[in-house]
């Protein structure tokens, strides 16, 4: 059997398009999955089906209130996601930002007063905080408020008063403003007091920047209230009129992705005024506790339930004590009793590299950070969930069916194995759809390896310990099941093994006594044939 060649399915109206079946006399596969859209088509009866019966969870966007209606018709458990993002000013516009919400926009230090100023001066000089140009410019606009990324309005912050930026020089760094910019108390200011401006997403919405949409994207403090605000009506929406079952909330991490000065240098950490400090990545992630928890309190409030809240953005990086300690978001803690529902490890297994062009691999250190990060999650019962690559709009990229995406996904499931445990929480995640470039036609399916009756894992190591599933002499990872074995090669060489004993290989067809693993593969073989 092809499993790439197309059957003709027989379309139908939404009205008909569930076939309703008990839950418990579905497939299942060997251990749970869950799906992502990034792109929206309408959702036909076999769509649905294959949905439904295959997948704990699906994350898409704009599923109509009919189409979740009947993929629930089919398994009632399955929870829909609303995709909502949590940390720029969204589709507001710069202007209706400025205007409502502008103290509670992202801010960094950029400079300090090489000398005392008084309350009414508007000229004076600053000292760049680094041997770099001081990232800043002059406004472009008349007024408080900015109309988009040509036409715009620059400000700083000193103690607690805002200044328009009239004019910069880039070489003697002298600055012109107009003092106690949008309602702000003019003040004197003491010599090396820390100058702020602010912090942007993404780099083309910047000051001057490229976007289409010629936008101006703030990042917005994230325990601020508009940051609360939104996530709380947001979801509301999702769940009392979309339909939805609950939420996906990107980007929620503790460190700062995705942010520019104006520009276009990634800006590492904000300032939080509260404390007088950078929010780094510990301090960032409480930050995202408290917001969480007092968005879980408002919707237990006005729904009197709390819908299932997922995040994205769970990373190496970040997940350990020291380095951000993210894993508490999926741990009850003091200042947040309830934890996320699951977090999202996006770019498990490599990242997009162009509609239908291979990935790029993770691969060497970078693929056991990420596997140490998932053996311990698996093992500690925590809810992870690693995406096969991205989980954003660029998801669609890998969608093309074909020899490219069926070796990553092979490759990003047998890392999966490689963690997994009996009793553990974790999920791997895949996009609902295929591609058939052919056809030119999108349309969900589920590969039949993930059926495939490989067991449950026969060893478990440490995640300090990965390298003990490594066999002597080799480079690949293999670990043994009740039925089967899981490999990976995470390296740019082959490696040839031989086993005591034969197995069959679902995909070839043919009983084997040992294999060749080419570099940046993965394997799954069984003791018998299904």
């Known amino acids: 059997m092809n499993f790439y060649k197309d059957v003709k399915m027989k379309k139908c109206l939404l009205c008909l398009l569930v076939i309703v079946l008990p ?7 060997v251990y749970p999955l869950y799906a992502i859209s990034a792109d929206y088509t309408p959702l036909t009866s076999e769509d649905a089906k294959i949905i439904a019966q295959n997948f704990r969870l699906f994350r898409a966007v704009r599923l109509k209130k009919a189409e979740i209606d009947a993929l629930h018709s089919i398994n009632p458990q399955l929870k829909t996601l609303f995709y909502i993002n949590s940390g720029s000013s969204f589709a507001i516009t710069a202007r209706y930002f400025e205007t409502n919400y502008r103290t509670q926009i992202s801010m960094y230090s950029i400079a300090t007063l090489a000398s005392k ?28 408020f900015s109309e988009n990324n040509k036409k715009y309005v620059i400000w700083i912050r000193i103690d607690n008063e805002l200044m328009k930026v009239l004019n910069f020089n880039q070489t003697t760094h002298e600055i012109k403003v107009a003092r106690g910019f949008s309602g702000s108390t003019p003040s004197a200011h003491a010599v090396n007091a820390s100058v702020f401006t602010t912090v942007y997403v993404q780099r083309r919405a910047i000051p001057d ?6 936008r101006l994207r703030y990042s917005i403090d994230v325990a ?17 009129e979309l339909n939805y079952d609950g939420v996906w909330f990107d980007v929620f991490s503790a460190n700062n992705f995705n942010h520019y000065n104006m520009y276009g240098k990634g800006v590492p950490f904000m300032w939080d005024f509260n404390k007088k400090a950078y929010a780094k990545r510990e301090e960032k992630r409480e930050l995202q506790e408290i917001r969480l928890n007092a968005v879980q309190n408002k919707l237990i409030d006005i729904l009197k339930k709390l819908p299932p809240i997922f995040a994205n953005r769970m990373a190496a990086g970040q997940y350990w004590p020291g ?3 993210t894993r508490l978001l999926l741990m009850p803690t003091q200042v947040k009793p309830r934890p996320l529902a699951g977090y999202c490890i996006e770019n498990f297994a490599g990242f997009v590299n162009g509609r239908g062009n291979r ?13 140490k990060m998932l053996m311990d999650a698996s093992q500690k019962g925590l809810v992870a969930l690693p995406m096969v690559a991205d989980a954003g709009g660029w998801s669609t990229e890998i969608e093309p069916a074909g020899p ?15 963690a997994v445990e009996k009793n553990s929480k974790i999920m791997l995640g895949i996009p609902a759809y295929y591609f058939y470039t052919d056809q030119k036609e999108r349309k969900a399916w589920l590969h039949p390896r993930y059926s495939w009756p490989i067991g449950l894992p026969t060893e478990t190591q440490a995640p300090e310990n990965i390298l003990n599933y490594q066999p002597k002499g080799h480079v690949i990872f293999m670990r043994h099941f009740d039925n089967g074995l899981a490999l990976v090669n ?8 031989k086993f005591g004993t034969s197995y069959y290989d679902p995909d070839t067809r043919q009983t084997i006594n040992s294999i060749t693993m080419a570099p940046q593969t993965g394997k799954v073989l069984l003791k018998s044939r299904p």
């Not at 839950?23 to 596969?29: D, L």
């Open 23 to 29: 839950f418990n006399s579905m497939a299942k596969t």
């Open 117 to 144: 100023i008084n309350r009414t001066q508007i000229i004076f000089k600053l000292k760049p905080d680094t041997n770099t140009p001081i990232p800043l410019k002059k406004s472009t606009m008349e007024g408080d």
């Open 209 to 214: 920047g490229t976007d289409s949409l010629n």
């Open 224 to 240: 601020s209230p508009f940051a609360i605000k939104w996530l709380v009506d947001q979801t509301y929406q999702a769940v009392t």
């Open 323 to 325: 380095l951000g300690n």
């Open 359 to 371: 990935p790029r691999y993770r691969i060497g250190n970078s693929w056991i950070r990420y596997m």
């Open 404 to 418: 490219i995406r069926d070796a990553f996904e092979t490759y990003a499931y047998a890392s999966f194995l490689i």
């Open 490 to 497: 995470p390296t740019n060489q082959s490696d040839a093994i």
